[in-house]
């Protein structure tokens, strides 16, 4: 019998889209290529250097820290030599503005002491007094405002002088702290450069033991299921599936509403080996048994998530996975259409679907071999 369902083109190109990352079981639940135990053994190795590698990050952090504060230390002294030069350049400035001021005040006085183009005289100072008392008082006030004058410019003089040196010394000092202050950040920079390096290598490597520890709780679980099957008496064929006739799967029926296959079995851009097909849907839809049989397995599958397993019988088994929420137990006996789940994302998946496996005595098995998609 046939599914009811159109078939996407471009599956290729949704599988990339969709970037699921769905379970890989390569062998047969009786002959594991690895064990959990061996992708235990692998999880503690690269755990191991995931640690050596945070001791490293943690030294690098603290470095990180240490050079923050030598650049913090070398910035504020720059800042201060900075301002120290700007203060002296203001101070040389005021003092060159009061020495023209005073300039100015005094060229003005000795203009209006000129007469005729001649300089003042005892002559002048006496026939402009009233009295003897006053020309003693007028030219005492006039030599002490020429030397006033004098002094103050000699004065102003004198703080330019010192406010251009000051300016000079702190130039070089600025000079100096600006130096220091670049060989400070190089450093902090190449420190940080390092950091995010090592950060950068930490976080893929902590990456890898989430994906070895994802794989080996897979492989636990087909373990598990492999035991349950042998004990239950099925002998997997030698290399492939053992085929069957496509009429016992009459009266079957679509796992799900879906809008289109979204990753071929065989081959994933992403996992490579994909031992299922799947089936792109929104999340919630309703899952169902696509034939009767007896749930042996209901709960977390690894990277497939929240999974049910159906055992039909004759060695047949149909899982379904990145389920949302499973609505099934183990030893319920379905039938075909009973919900046993609905589609989510959980596991190593980006995107709502149903990753649909197919298995014959243990085997992996297309299953465009038997229904249309």
Same mark, same amino acid.
């Given at each position: 019998?046939?599914?009811?369902?159109?078939?996407?083109?471009?599956?290729?190109?949704?599988?990339?889209?969709?970037?699921?990352?769905?379970?890989?079981?390569?062998?047969?639940?009786?002959?594991?290529?690895?064990? @959990?135990?061996?992708?235990?053994?692998?999880? +503690?190795?690269?755990?191991?250097?995931?640690?050596?590698?945070?001791?490293?990050?943690? +030294?690098?952090?603290?470095? #990180?820290?240490?050079?923050?504060?030598?650049?913090?230390?070398?910035?504020?002294?720059?800042?201060?030599?900075?301002?120290a030069?700007?203060?002296?350049? /203001?101070r040389?400035?005021? /003092?060159?503005?009061k020495?023209?001021?005073?300039?100015?005040?005094?060229?003005a006085?000795?203009?209006?002491?000129?007469r005729?183009?001649?300089?003042?005289?005892? #002559?002048?100072?006496? #026939?402009?007094?009233?009295?003897?008392?006053?020309?003693?008082?007028?030219?005492?006030?006039?030599?002490?405002?020429?030397?006033?004058?004098?002094?103050? =410019?000699?004065?102003?003089?004198?703080?330019?002088?010192?406010?251009?040196?000051?300016?000079?010394?702190?130039?070089?000092?600025?000079?100096?702290?600006? +130096?220091?202050?670049?060989?400070?950040?190089?450093?902090?920079?190449?420190?940080?450069?390092e950091?995010a390096?090592?950060?950068?290598?930490? +976080?893929?490597?902590?990456e890898?033991?989430?994906?070895?520890?994802?794989?080996?709780?897979?492989? /636990?679980?087909?373990?598990e299921?492999?035991?349950?099957?042998?004990?239950?008496?099925?002998?997997?064929?030698p290399?492939?599936?053992?085929?069957?006739?496509?009429?016992?799967?009459?009266g079957?029926?679509?796992?799900?509403?879906?809008?289109?296959?979204?990753?071929?079995?065989?081959?994933?851009?992403?996992?490579? @080996?994909?031992?299922?097909?799947? #089936?792109g849907?929104?999340?919630?839809?309703?899952?169902?048994?696509?034939?009767?049989?007896?749930?042996?397995?209901?709960?977390?599958?690894?990277?497939?998530?929240?999974?049910?397993?159906?055992?039909?019988?004759?060695?047949?088994?149909?899982?379904?996975?990145?389920?949302?929420?499973?609505?099934?137990?183990?030893g319920?006996?379905?039938?075909?259409?009973?919900?046993?789940?609905?589609?989510? @994302?959980?596991?190593?998946?980006?995107?709502?679907?149903?990753?649909?496996?197919? @298995? =014959?005595?243990?085997?992996?098995?297309?299953?465009?071999?038997?229904?249309?998609?």
């Open positions: 019998m046939t599914l009811n369902a159109k078939r996407t083109s471009g599956s290729l190109f949704l599988c990339i889209l969709s970037g699921i990352l769905a379970i890989t079981l390569a062998m047969p639940p009786f002959a594991f290529a690895e064990t @959990s135990a061996e992708v235990h053994e692998q999880v +503690e190795a690269k755990q191991a250097e995931a640690d050596a590698l945070a001791i490293r990050v943690d +030294e690098i952090a603290t470095r #990180l820290v240490e050079a923050h504060a030598v650049e913090e230390e070398a910035t504020a002294k720059y800042e201060a030599a900075e301002a030069k700007q203060a002296a350049l /203001a040389k400035a005021a /003092a060159e503005k020495i023209a001021e005073t300039q100015t005040r005094l060229s006085r000795m203009k209006s002491m000129y005729n183009g001649g300089a003042i005289s005892i #002559l002048d100072v006496l #026939l402009g007094a009233d009295s003897f008392e006053e020309f003693l008082t007028t030219w005492d006030a006039w030599e002490i405002i020429n030397n006033q004058d004098a002094a103050l =410019i000699e004065e102003n003089r004198k703080a330019r002088e010192e406010a251009k040196a000051a300016a000079e010394e702190y130039e070089a000092q600025s000079i100096i702290a600006k +130096e220091e202050l670049d060989r400070a950040t190089a450093a902090r920079q190449e420190i940080e450069t950091n390096k090592l950060a950068t290598e930490l +976080e893929a490597m902590n890898e033991v989430a994906r070895l520890i994802a794989k080996e709780e897979e492989l /636990a679980a087909e373990e299921e492999a035991r349950k099957l042998q004990s239950q008496g099925y002998t997997p064929a290399g492939s599936a053992t085929p069957i006739d496509s009429s016992y799967f009459d079957w029926v679509k796992p799900c509403n879906y809008y289109g296959v979204t990753c071929e079995f065989g081959y994933s851009p992403i996992t490579g @080996s994909h031992n299922g097909i799947d #089936l849907a929104s999340s919630g839809t309703p899952i169902y048994s696509m034939g009767p049989g007896t749930v042996t397995y209901v709960g977390w599958y690894g990277t497939g998530g929240n999974a049910v397993i159906v055992n039909h019988g004759n060695g047949v088994t149909t899982i379904y996975m990145h389920q949302s929420q499973t609505n099934a137990y183990v319920e006996y379905v039938e075909a259409g009973t919900c046993i789940g609905y589609v989510g @994302s959980t596991g190593l998946s980006t995107g709502p679907h149903l990753h649909l496996q197919l @298995s =014959i005595n243990g085997v992996p098995t297309n299953p465009r071999n038997y229904f249309s998609f």
